[in-house]
């Protein structure tokens, strides 16, 4: 493919180009306005200039000097690199660095906190002081960065780096925009006498309606179960589920959303805060129900979910949310929606009420 230039042949053409690249990239916007300060100073003195724009005289002499040097070239006035040609080096002991370069590589990708300890042990031995934390963090960049990446070999026979698979994040800015757009999963853990039991909640971003059921696994055949019955349950279809990266969302709960043509959004790790709703309905859960019933989680599951069960009823159909200025409950959030009234008969009038517990 060939590229015709329809100025080609224009007396001065290339001279013009020239200096437009010039100036459009080589000279910057700093030395412009040092510029327009040296114009300004030229027109109205140097009281005026150390006034309007509070710049030294000796600076605007500098400047001017500069400007000579260059030959009238707006580039003599770009500020020029301050940092000093010869820097000072880090002079460690070559043990330590060997050390620190055996340690990095023994111990993959270990971060400069968790050597620091270990080199410590080691320069004890040696009667050598041991770099700080941040010291270890410089040596390693200054040894190249020491990190190590998987590796695998191509069909080409080529080495190349493996690539982790890629969560699907929650985009920025997301807000439900009708009940069923996104629904949150959370997991709450109990443990009591060395035995562990386990709360599984969700809850629908939009109208708060909230699901919730006590197990004694929380596998990821048990959340997807769980997942199962709220399909079952709602009114309407779900379109997103949003959870954190544990270990209970792989594996069937992944194979599940994709049967069901549910996008998965992760949280990012240690990030609560992106998960807000179902981590403020766990704490709810606990301040009102769990906590006042933990004996019994533990000695009869079956008990603890018939009165869980009445206590989510009361939740979703009578208990005012604050999301809605305590004038609304969840299922009459739900129950106003559009999408609610689309999902059901003209002569129902009744919606989803509890979650059962099986």
Request: net charge positive; charged share 30%.
């Amino acid at each position: 493919m060939r590229i015709f230039n329809k100025f080609k042949g224009t007396k001065g053409f290339i001279s013009t180009w020239e200096r437009v690249i010039r100036f459009r990239y080589m000279i910057t916007e700093e030395a412009k306005q040092r510029t327009r300060i040296l114009a300004f100073w030229d027109k109205h003195g140097t009281t005026a200039t150390e006034e309007a724009f509070e710049v030294k005289r000796r600076t605007l002499f500098l400047w001017q000097r500069n400007l000579k040097k260059g030959l009238g070239n707006l580039e003599a006035l770009n500020p020029i690199k301050r940092i000093p040609r010869r820097r000072r080096k880090r002079t460690w002991d070559i043990r330590i660095l060997e050390e620190l370069r055996r340690i990095r590589e023994e111990r993959r990708n270990l971060g400069k906190d968790k050597i620091h300890p270990l080199l410590k042990q080691y320069t004890e031995t040696i009667n050598l002081k041991c770099p700080s934390v941040p010291t270890i963090g410089r040596l390693i960049s200054d040894l190249g960065g020491l990190r190590i990446c998987p590796q695998k070999i191509t069909g080409m026979g080529k080495i190349v780096k493996v690539k982790r698979n890629k969560a699907t994040r929650k985009p920025k800015g997301f807000k439900a925009l009708y009940p069923g757009h996104c629904i949150a999963l959370d997991t709450i853990e109990k443990q009591k006498n060395g035995k562990r039991m386990y709360i599984l909640t969700a809850i629908d971003l939009y109208s708060r309606t909230c699901f919730a059921l006590a197990t004694r696994s929380h596998a990821s055949q048990t959340m997807a179960h769980f997942l199962y019955l709220i399909s079952e349950i709602f009114p309407y279809q779900i379109k997103n589920i949003l959870t954190d990266n544990g270990s209970e969302f792989k594996k069937y709960f992944t194979l599940l959303c994709e049967e069901k043509v549910v996008t998965h959004f992760h949280t990012y790790p240690r990030t609560p805060k992106m998960n807000a709703h179902c981590e403020r309905l766990n704490r709810t859960l606990q301040d009102e129900f769990i906590d006042y019933n933990i004996n019994l989680l533990f000695s009869d599951i079956t008990k603890f979910n018939k009165g869980f069960e009445e206590y989510l009823e009361f939740y979703n159909t009578k208990r005012v949310h604050h999301a809605f200025r305590n004038k609304l409950t969840p299922l009459a959030v739900m129950v106003q929606s559009n999408q609610y009234k689309l999902s059901l008969p003209e002569e129902c009038k009744d919606g989803w009420a509890y979650t059962k517990s099986r």
